[in-house]
């Protein structure tokens, strides 16, 4: 136990004791309070100096102990019992605003006669501002519990005494340094499998875009973890200790103490700037601690960028280091009778126990080519998890052989290419060839985009461990197992002869991110450039090319543009030079897509996805030109009349009907789409009626709406779907010549799933019919709170209008930040301009939309005049704002 008076910048220990009267309860707290405050403002000016983390953390610790120990003594909470230290308390390592674990021993005959005291003492730690978790047991009562609680046991081997009866302490240590007391081998075992379910729970990546500075993959417990493997078998507290049992080499323990010091400043600032305990690094916080440790913006990044792109590589290093000290751990210094055979690759490679190893120490410096041959047989063998300790150690020191010359040796480009051309059973030869830097050796471009985030909600995590994501889902189409998962994209990697131009252009479509400029162009001439070097045919490198440089288009079709329409696959058409180029850009989009955020993929996108794909695919095999809009009018038609005549009705009523809403509506809906809008007509239903069912991707819910032509109907239709609390996908909207609205929006529920519970559906059905029925009198609020975390993103609003010639409508292109209500809004300043909407495409991007209507005057006509579509800007600008 040090004293804060060691700390020269701390309040001094004696001051407390002259303030703190114990006849004066109110000047007592009052004291302790602001040596609390005081204490912390001191540790909070010797961060900003620069003083070392570790330091920081102990005398924040020794503060700590002062007020416990001197608190305890003016309650009298002596009697028969000892005040003990646990946890990362008892280790020294005391964040700001960390939990204070204690534990108070208690005699085996102790009665409950300072059970008051105890009480009282705890609620005045609560009064001052400490957060206290506490226990209070006998030394039995901790032997018993923490044998069957390893979080027990790993608390009490951090014991430290503060005060009190030290017998007490003493009797405690005996049982924990006791033999059996969680034998070594069985305490490892159990910490891994921990390690192991809190990995899972942050889906084994260490690169989310909002860390957990703590539990993260490679955060700070997997730091602790090894100090407590250590502590428990080596009976240090000392990872330095671990150079002399020879798991660590002294440069990779500097490694490990370097990256921990930085961790452990983040989260100090994280902890003083939302004053409270907090762990979570979320994007509200990440500007601030940038800012508070010294980052700048630059011409390329912002600070908070460069902040945690140093964040990654410091948590991958460390992730690293664990697993490297588990695995040493494990077959240097545990007895294990686990007999397992070893399985020979080859003359150079073996499998045990899940794991890859090199026969020869000097194998890389011998036969260099074997760097890149090793992760061909990961690439191969689902059953390799890992590489084994010794063989990943030499891998990493012999990274420093990938140079230029190693990259242009013939020998080596051919395995490399051999790699890259193997249908791959597993994503985690790519995964390993990251994290041991021989993926961003031998591609030196990939290596500047390790760890670089984007500070939006878009991108779920780092540009390079979402490339790897990426990977694993082009990888995973080529699993028979996951076929079913998505059919069209394990068909296409199927019959695909050599997958090169698609790794290829899953590694290089990112990477240009970063530098300023279009990523997509930049990427485009890396991988020409790369592929050329390694010597690819030319239209492989041309074919990867145009991959990266278009790996965008094929979403911003599918979402923003009418896919049903002709025209929109004839103008994409024409930009897809065969048929490989669409199968190998579909597959690449929909697992960019899915790589990108978890959040992002649902049903309906991959409806629209396939949607385009097969229309373009039968747009660039058709060998007659495509019909012309009479001729699209009239087999729509014939298609609907056919499917009537089937169930033996009279085509007359329904041949009436169709004539009765025009042409156009043949033109704008799909014939499905018709032929069941039309089955509700012809049973004449009251107006305003509303029909719900599942769109027939079986993607997303189509709500179809029959109303009588009236002003602002959008504006009502979404506020009420928003009122409903659903989420507008896209809308179609037709006006008859006699003023009937038809009207239909595909919609998702708030979790992106279409709707599934009839009694939802019918419960939605009655609001909009209700809601709809009176809408002179119903006041249609879309007010909603904006969430937190979008306060903390500037998206400036955009706004574009064009003039669609085919269609003689007015299109209307928005970028904005989202918000809760965003499209009611619009709806209601289109409403004050006037302006009827014939067609919406909603595009969300994390914190920003991007969506597209079709608009013209409430007379049809479209709107040109410069000075009203000024005034329409400002409408919907005021709107957005409000």
Known sequence: ??????????????????????????????????????????LVKQFQKGTRINQLLKARSALLDHILISSWQQFQVNGHSALVAVGGYGREELQPYSDLDILVLLNEDSSSEHTQELEAWLAFLWDIGLEVGHSVRTVSQCEELSRTEISVATNLIESRFLCGENVLFKDLLRVIKSDTFWPSEQFFQAKVSEQRVRHAKFKDTSFNLEPNIKSNPGGLRDLQVMQWITLKHFKTSSLHDLIVHGIFTRREYKSLINHQQYLNRVRFALHVLCDKREDRLLFEHQKKVAEWLGYEDDSHKLAVEHMMQRYYRAVMSIRNLNELFIQVFEQEHLQSDERQKVIDLDDDFYIYKGRIGANDPDLFYKKPHCLIKIFRHISLHPEIQEIEARTLRIIRSSQQIVNEQYRKDPINISF???????KQLTSRGFALMKRTNILGSLIPLFAKIEGQMQFDLFHAYTVDEHTLFLLRHIIRYNRAEFQQEFPLCSKIMKTLVDPTPLYLAAIFHDIGKGRGGDHSELGAVDALDYAQSIGLEPHICELISWLVKNHLIMSLVAQRKDISDPDVIETFGKQIPSILHLELLYVLTVSDIRATNPTLWNSWK????????????????????????????????????????????????????????????LLRYHPEQIIWQTEQLMSQPELPYVAIKNHRSQAGTEVFIAIEDQSDLFAAITALLSQNHLNIQAATLYTSPKGLCLDTFIVLDEQGHPLSYERRIQEIQDNLIEGLSDLEHRKLDVSRAVPSRLKHFNVKTRIAFSYDENSNLTTLEITALDRPALLAKLGQAFMECELKVHSAKIVTLGERVEDTFTLSRRDNQPLKDKTDLKQVKQTILEAIAG
Do not use: W
């Open 606 to 665: 991959e409806s629209l996805l396939k949607e385009l794909f097969l229309a373009t695919k039968q747009y660039l095999t058709q060998s007659t030109p495509r019909a012309n809009q009479s001729e699209m009018v009239q087999d729509t038609r014939q298609q609907v009349l056919e499917q009537f005549g089937k169930v033996g009705d009279s085509i007359e009523p329904i041949r009436e009907l169709l004539d009765e809403l025009g042409d156009e509506y």
């Open 1 to 42: 136990m040090a004293s804060p008076d060691k700390y020269n910048y701390l309040p001094k220990a004696a001051e407390l004791l002259k303030s703190a009267d114990s006849r004066d309860p109110g000047a007592r707290l009052k004291s302790y309070k602001k040596y609390l405050q005081a204490g912390l403002d001191a």
């Open 416 to 422: 490399f290419k051999e790699f890259l051309s193997t």
